[in-house]
Each structure stands twice: as C-alpha cells, then as structure tokens.
C-alpha cells in the first residue's frame, strides 16, 4: 500500500512540475512578462526598475525556481486590481464554487439517475428513446447558452428569479441547471448502461428464480450495485464542475474563481490570472491524487496495477 | 441501352447504400458546409454593416416591428442576424474542423510514439499528458488565449493544444494493444525498421479510433470556441462569430430581445448535436469494439 502511495504522490509531483514548467514557459514566450508585471499605464523609465524588482533579468532557470518556490510557500503575487495577495483572494472565492459545483452535482444526479435507471428498466421503449433524446441534447446545448436562455424565460418573462449574484436557493438554481445539465445528461448514460449490465448479471437472475416480485429485485439487488460507478463519475465531475464553471459563473455573477479568472484578464491583472491557473492545476492533481489512493485503499486491485 | 432489370438493380443498390447513411446529421452538415462555402453568395446583407433602412433591434419578422426584410431581426448596430449566422457558421466550421485537425494529428502522432516506442518517450510524452488533461481545458485556452492574443489562427492551435491530450491517451491504447498483434509482431521479425512499422501497420489501424474520436470531440471543440468568443479572448470582431453574437446579445437579456440570443444558439446546437450524431454512427460501422469510447 505505501509502495503505491509513493508511486503515485511521486507522479503527481512531476505532473506539478510540469505544469508549472508549462505556464512559466508560456508566459516568457508570447512576450515580455515586464509589461504584463507591470500595471496599466506605467511609464517606460519604471519598466527597468519592475524588471529587477521581479527579478526578470535573471536568467531564465534561476527565475523558475524562485517561481517554483513562491508556489510551494503559497505567494502567488498580490493582484493590482484587489491589492490582495492571489492566494487569499482565491481562497475566499473557493467555496463560492463549491456550493455552486456541489448544486450542480445535485442536480445532475436527481435528473440523471433516476432518467437512466427508467431508461435501462424500460429498455428501447418509448421512454428509453425519450431518455436518449434528452441525454443527446444535453451533450450538445452550450452551456452558456443554456443560462442565458433560462435567464431570458425565468428572470425576464416569468420575473420568477433573480437574473444573478448570490443569495438564497433563488440564486443558486438557475446557473446550478445550467452547469448541471451537461453532467446529467452523461449521468443518465452511464446510469443506464450500468444498470443494463447489472440487470445482465447473474445474481440477479438467481433473484428473479427465486420468485421475488420484479420492483423488488431492481430496488434491493440492481440498484446499488449499479449505482458504484455512477457515484464516482458524480464525485470526478463536481472537481470538473468546480473549475470549468467560469461561463457560468460570469453570466451569473457569482462569485467564484471561474469568475475571477475573466476579472483578471478583463482587467489585466496579470497576477491574478496566473496565479488562479496554477491553483486551479494544482488542485486537480491534489484532489486526483486523493481520489487515487482513497480507492485504491477501498480495491486491493488496483494497488497492484502500473 | 440498360435493359429495365439492370436500372432496378441499379436503383435497388442505391436505396439499401441511402438506408445506411445517418439520415439525420448529414442533411444539417451538408448544409453547414454549403452555408459556410457560399455565405457571400446566399446571405442577404454585408454581417458587418447595418441593413439600410432598418430600425437597430427589430425583432424576427412574425412578430410586430419586424420585417421582411431582416428575417430574423437585427441587433444593436441594426445588422442582419441572419446574415451574421450565416457568415458565423464559417467561423465555427473552420475553427471546428482546423482545431480538431491539429489536435487529432498532434495526440495521434504522439500517442503512436508514446505507446509504440516505450521507455522513456512513453514515459515523458505520457506525464506531459496527464499534467495537461488536469488542467480543465477551458481555464487553459482562456490562459492560452490571454497570452497569445485573439486572432482566428491563434485559437486554432490553441484549441489544438489544449485538446490533443485526450487523443494521444486512446491512441496510446490501443498501439500497445496492437504492438501485440501477430502482424507486427511479423513484420519487425522480418528485419522491418520502425518507422516503416509505424507507417504500414500501425497508423491504418489506428485511423479508426482517430476518426470516431475526432468526430466526437469536435463538438466539444465547437463549444470551446463559442465560448473563448463570448468571453471576448476569441475570433475578434468584426469577424461574426456564434459566441461573440451571444456576448452581444447579452446586454440586451433584461430588454427582452429574445432573438439576439436565441438563434445563435440554436445553431450551435443544431450543429454539434450533428456532429455528436455523426460520431455515434461512425463509431457503430467502423468498429463495433469501439462501442464504449
């Protein structure tokens, strides 16, 4: 077991250091990072002076270790716009996400799994084409475009909710569906195809044998076996939901990270701006690793495998 | 002179050959592509400038303060939605098709080389892979396109650097399954070099895959784009595109000017729901051990 954590915490590691080597990279060659240092509207005589406050007339391999190693003691820079440092800003606008991430995975679970589980009860029938309709259109309404049209129904014709910012459960529930709804859609998918197979399985055929009556053999038997893989997709998908709601979060105004990443660019703020796709990577791989060695604790087979 | 028998046989074979075509994405991609080739030809006003003598928001023509003149109604500027659509439907197309061009070869070729050659190859192609794929691909394009500035070529190879990772796992896959196989196997006993490996046996069995995951994913490409555009790091105006009429549209939510956001939308879906359709179909024919991409 601790071979494989080993293993694995050392890959995550090398998977930060090139990340960190990526954006560091990135940002030295499409330009000078003096002027993206320096704030709007400075003058050319300050521009030497930023230059060796930041250190940018070192070479490049000494310039991303000190970059490496602001990155591991969490200075990330302090935003001109905000005056604050990037991590602290973050930091606060974390949870924002997670609420709005953790609404969505609600959301995609109650549409999705019980569409799927009736889709693959009720197999090619009416309401399984119907399921796959809804899965398909999932998959391909923008979900941006999916907000704007709820805010247009809901805000501005029904005047039902509120068109955006943060509050209470009115707030909440138009960006929830609309980041939700790519998520639910392939929840209902893989709902319907685990349950297909499960219901294939032979335990369950031993129970339609024994003569139990068949809502009892799908609720007690089928359903939680099928539900495994589906509860892990909801847990990966709400890390993807946390960090790829920045459309969402922007036509919302809610206040998150995706949001302050489109702050930071709008207002060329360049420190915020790294400093949110750093800690966005970072915390995937974090959060990777974690779900990696939680299940490899719960299946011994995977400690053995790579 | 074809006796009759032959010209029924004749037309029996086309009738089974259009049975198995997917009926439903092909008529809305072949018209995406006719549209996209011939919008000068077919939309009726210039999408940059305003339609002469027409009021800025009119709605679509059915309702009251449209016309027959602007269809689908106008916007801000009083330029032709339709019009605009039109022309944004070359936009997406292209940014579509290059950005999956670039990504496919890109993960195709690396994911050969990662699966096919091993050691450490494999090893640093497959860590620089994992550290792109967790970084989440639109924070990335975002952070690309920040860089690197908004222009129709910059967000082709940014989107084809953001998505080959996804490509070059698969493909990697599946070479190292292959690597297996009897006939490569053969072919390197009998003295082949590498490289003629790669190129006679290797890459024609893994075109398949390439190209069912190539038209699964250039939705998702499509969407990328639209939505680099509505937050403004995308194709820069003037050029229409989907996702930047939707930005525009956005100041107008609260007027209720439904149509500035409803059509570009609509288009978006209509065309990636095509291409996801497309992908499934391909996936069936091609090779149904694919199934569970």
Known sequence: MWQFIIRRTLYSIITLFILSLTIFTVVRLTGDPVTLMAEPGVRPEDLARIRVQWGLDLPWPVQYLSFVKNICTGELGKSFNYRMSVSELYFQRLPNSLELGLAATLISLLIGVPAGLLSAVRVNSWWDNLGKGVALLGLAIPNFWLGLVLILVFSVGLQWLPTSGKGDWRHLIMPAVALGWYFAASMLRLTRSSMLEVLRSEYIKLARLKGLPEYAVIAMHGFKNALIPVFTLAGINLVVMINAAVIIEVIFAWPGIGRLLFEGIFQRDFPLVQGVVVLAGMMIVVVNLVIDILYAYIDPRIRLTK | ?293
């Open chain 2, 1 to 293: 002179m074809t006796a009759p028998g032959e010209v029924a046989r004749g037309l029996r074979r086309w009738l089974r050959l259009g049975r198995q075509l997917p009926l439903l994405p092909l008529p809305i991609l072949l018209s995406l592509i006719l549209v996209a080739l011939f919008a000068d030809v077919i939309a009726p006003y210039d999408p940059t400038q305003p339609v002469p003598g027409a009021k800025i928001y009119a709605p679509p023509f059915w309702m009251q303060g449209g016309s027959m003149h602007a269809l689908l109604g106008t916007d801000f500027q009083g330029r032709d939605i339709l019009s605009r659509l039109l022309f944004g439907a070359r936009v997406s197309l292209i940014v579509g098709v290059m950005g999956t061009l670039v990504a496919g070869s890109l993960g195709t070729a690396l994911g050969i080389l990662a699966g096919y050659l091993g050691g450490w190859v494999d090893q640093v192609i497959m860590r620089v892979t994992d550290a792109w794929l967790a970084l989440p691909a639109l924070v990335f394009a975002i952070f690309l396109a920040t860089m690197l500035g908004p222009s129709m070529w910059n967000i082709i190879i940014i989107l084809g650097l953001v998505y080959w990772t996804r490509y070059a796992r698969v493909i990697r896959g599946e070479v190292l399954s292959l690597r297996e196989r009897e006939f490569v196997k053969l072919a390197e006993i009998a003295g082949a070099k590498r490289w003629r490996v790669i190129r006679r046996h290797i890459l024609p069995n893994v075109l398949n895959t390439t190209m069912v995951l190539a038209s699964l994913t250039i939705g998702v490409v499509i969407i990328a784009e639209a939505s680099l555009s509505f937050l403004g790091v995308g194709v820069p105006p003037p050029e229409p595109a989907w996702g930047s009429m939707l930005a525009e549209a956005r100041s107008t939510l609260m007027a209720g000017k439904w149509w500035l956001t409803v059509w570009p939308g609509i288009c978006i879906l209509l065309v990636v729901l095509a291409t996801q359709l497309l992908g499934d179909w391909l996936r069936v024919r091609l090779d149904p051990q694919l199934r569970n991409l």
